[in-house]
């Protein structure tokens, strides 16, 4: 067994791990964690596979970014974590069928058999200099170009949907716009005189 | 590869619309409520310079650009074009409950474009990422006009329903793809097919990664068993979302499948043709049975989706140029008759008061004999009754399956319409037969009111004169 299969076996089990915890943790917030451990792992297997751009990128987008802003969402955020979990053993049968059934098939097709060695052929590793981002990036902007354009404008559609749904102007809200406060003037805006008739009682509807 | 600038020649109306999109976002910004009017104003005539410009785009041969990610043909420039004017409806409808319900805001019609956007790019994939793109780009549009209605609960709800459901579809459709990739070692529909060809139809590998594809396929489409979703969104959904959501996506979602299945995983047909034909009967046993429980119209017409969906697969399933066309003739028409059905709970829906018990259809006759006679030829036409035009899109579907040998097959979609006839016909016998509950006048805007009398008439001029729109739909799947 060469070191980079011990290398191999010791992170995959980590990562099968820790996204086990990930599903059966009681506190989010050890979720969470667990969650990052398992894109830390990942992204080590796919260094192991010489795709060390996707490797980086997963640690400083996902592990930097989204998870950061999920563990703040989660420390924030009052969950009721025996709501979360209520039905989960009532749902657990179900579920353990359907993830045990895909988890056989999965197990039956991919695997050796089918992409052993004498299907796919190893590929040669790459000499030292070969540089895994410039290949990337000569493919992204010529071959595919057009689904990139694509992706930004998903991107620009879940801002738009974000801002969309979470921006409000909420009536109740009292707070006062400096700038508009300081432009008052005396006398016209301060004071207002109304001429109105004596007010009748309403009857309350 | 060379850029030539020629090579964007086809992908001009996709730039159009993301233009529109991106310019009425941002005049939107600087205008005031009292103005919005204009918003939707641009929307829709940028919407009609769409039609000319795809069709003036249009030429009869095929075209693949972008190193083969993108596809302009007959089928693209038909669907593309209907996909606008089925918008163009639904946006015209949905302006007057927008109105009323306080939720018309410039979001709705920029997500609105986004989502035309997505379906285009869904008409012209020619490989799996693209497809899978475009997808994505009309689901998450999807997602946030499900939601639009923030302070509405059962909204909310809706959307992260769908939102679930439809990230985990996404998720499947997905890990087909990679198992394709995997085995062919291509995303690109044309290297795709000829390595299937190479391989033959053992690959137990292709077989595995088709069944994630069609699954995730039947999630999108909302096909039995994977329909869970679009009841409760329906009904959850602002009227004038539903509306927009059960048109035009379906004809994109018919696109995807045929996309998918025939340009990408043709050789696979045998294989794909048995997965098909159980979603197909169940969608139509399912979709017909459970319709005629309902009490909610709304819940109705989303299992009458469901069933319409079956009718479509079935056309697919066939796997020959005459199933094609006929399910796409399919496709566009459920698209209008649900657009007009969905217009009328529109039109009866007023501030405060929405139209979707079937109770507040009772004596609708009384109140606009107009409206009560539209309302009765959308019906029909769902239930496929001529000579409304829904009796010659399922004619068509039919003898499409029955010339391929699978004569069960049409029997078993003959009865299950037959089942479903009965909670069409019976709204009708609630708007003629019935006493009215309430007995106010049915108002409406001017250009509803047209939009609908012209969407109603189509169904009965469609009908009487069936041969121009099916020549259409002939041409564009046979070139």
Redesign the interface.
């Known amino acids: 067994m060469t070191f980079e299969k011990i290398l191999f076996y010791v992170f995959s089990v980590i990562l099968v791990l820790s996204a086990t915890m990930v599903i059966t943790r009681r506190d989010p917030v050890h979720s969470a964690l667990f969650l990052v451990l398992a894109f830390f792992t990942s992204a080590i297997l796919w260094m192991l596979l010489e795709a060390e751009f996707l490797a980086i990128v997963l640690v400083l987008v996902y592990v930097g970014a989204v998870m950061v802003l999920f563990l703040f969402v989660v420390m924030m955020l009052d969950t009721d974590k025996a709501a979360m979990r209520a039905g989960f053993v009532k749902m657990m049968p179900v579920g353990l069928i359907v993830a045990g059934t895909m988890a056989f098939e999965m197990f039956l097709i991919v695997g050796p058999q089918y992409f052993g060695l004498d299907k796919f052929a190893m590929p040669a590793p790459h000499p030292a200099d070969y540089s895994n981002t410039e290949e990337l990036g000569r493919v992204l902007y010529t071959v595919y170009m057009y689904p990139v354009e694509i992706a930004a404008v998903i991107l620009l559609v879940g801002i738009i949907a974000a801002i969309g749904l979470t921006m409000r102007k909420r009536p109740d809200n009292k707070s006062l716009d400096p700038s508009e406060q300081v432009k008052v003037t005396k006398g016209t805006d301060r004071i207002r005189v109304v001429k109105m008739a004596s007010e009748i009682k309403q009857e309350a509807k | 590869?060379q850029f030539e600038a020629s090579n964007l020649i086809p992908?001009v109306p996709e730039l159009f619309i993301?233009s529109l999109a991106c310019l009425v976002?941002v005049i939107d910004l600087f205008i005031d409520d009292e103005q919005r009017i204009f918003t939707y104003a641009l929307t829709q005539v940028g919407l009609v310079f769409a039609i000319f410009i795809t069709l003036s785009v249009g030429q009869t041969e095929a075209q693949i650009v972008?190193?083969g990610?993108?596809i302009r043909d007959g089928m693209s420039d038909v669907l593309k074009v209907s996909i606008y004017i089925v918008t163009i409806g639904a946006f015209l409808y949905s302006k007057e409950y927008l109105v009323e319900h306080g939720l018309f805001?410039g979001?709705y019609y920029?997500?609105g474009l986004?989502a035309v956007?997505g379906m285009m790019?869904m008409v012209s994939a020619q490989?799996f990422?693209?497809a899978y793109?475009?997808l994505?780009?009309l689901s998450?549009?999807l997602?946030?006009l499900v939601?639009?209605d923030?302070d509405s609960k059962t909204g909310s709800e809706a959307a992260m329903k769908y939102f679930v459901l439809g990230a985990i579809a996404s998720g499947m459709l997905l890990y087909g793809i990679s198992?394709i990739y995997?085995a062919t070692g291509a995303l690109n529909f044309t290297t795709v097919t000829t390595a299937l060809m190479g391989t033959g139809m053992e690959d137990?590998?292709l077989v595995?990664g088709l069944v994630f594809v069609v699954i995730g396929l039947a999630f999108k489409l909302g096909a039995v068993p994977f329909h869970m979703w679009m009841p409760d969104v329906y009904h959850g959904a602002p009227t004038a979302v539903a509306q927009f959501l059960s048109s035009a996506p379906k004809i994109a979602a018919f696109a995807l499948a045929m996309r998918l299945l025939v340009d990408g995983m043709l050789p696979l047909h045998s294989d794909w043709q048995q997965m098909l034909v159980i979603l197909a009967i169940l969608s139509m046993a399912l979709g017909n049975v459970i319709a005629i429980a309902q009490t909610n119209i709304k819940r109705m017409l989303a299992y009458s989706t469901i069933s319409h969906v079956g009718f479509i697969m079935m056309g697919i399933l066939a796997g020959t140029s005459e199933g094609y066309s006929a399910s796409m003739f399919y496709a566009i028409i459920y698209a209008v008759t649900s657009l007009g059905a969905f217009g009328i709970i529109i039109l009866l829906s007023k501030k405060g008061f929405e139209a979707e018990n079937l109770d507040d259809y009772k004596g609708l006759h009384e109140r606009s004999p107009w409206f009560a006679a539209m309302m009765m030829l959308f019906m029909f036409s769902m239930a496929g009754v001529p000579p409304t035009v829904g009796f010659w899109a399922k004619l068509f579907v039919l003898d499409a399956v029955v010339s391929v040998e699978l004569t069960w097959v049409a029997l078993v979609g003959v009865f299950f319409s037959i089942i479903g006839a009965f909670y069409y016909i019976r709204i009708i016998k609630l708007m003629y037969f019935d006493k009215a509950e309430n007995v106010l006048p049915v108002i409406g805007n001017l250009d509803t009111r047209i939009a609908l009398s012209v969407n109603g008439v189509l169904m009965l001029a469609l009908g009487l004169f069936p041969a121009a729109l099916l020549t259409i739909c002939v041409r564009a799947i046979g070139s």
């Open positions: 590869m992908v993301l976002l972008f190193d990610s993108y805001k979001e920029v997500l986004f956007l790019v490989s990422l693209t793109l475009g994505e780009l998450l549009s997602y946030a939601a639009f923030r198992m995997g137990i590998v595995f």
